[in-house]
């Protein structure tokens, strides 16, 4: 989980904000409900993994770049 940021360093939530509203051409009720839909997305996909990990299923390890031979 990430670190709390100290909330004299809120630029880059700053940023995010700026970069959303922008993507829905400066209207914030569309950006409020794309921000609302991507964290339901989220929760889901969250939920989702949750209960393959409680049965047992496991997603595959990715092999790290020093694993393979060259």
């Known amino acids: 989980m990430p670190e709390p940021t100290s ?10 904000c700026d970069q959303a509203i922008a993507m829905c ?7 409020i409900k ?6 339901e997305y989220l929760e889901l ?3 989702e993994l949750r209960e ?9 390890q990715r092999s790290s770049p020093s694993s393979q031979v060259a």
């Open 45 to 47: 996909e969250l939920l």
């Open 25 to 31: 051409d400066g209207n914030l009720r569309s950006t």
């Open 34 to 39: 794309a921000l609302i839909m991507a964290n």
């Open 52 to 60: 393959a990990i409680s049965t047992g299923c496991m997603p595959k």
């Open 7 to 16: 909330s004299t360093d809120n630029s880059h939530y700053e940023q995010a």
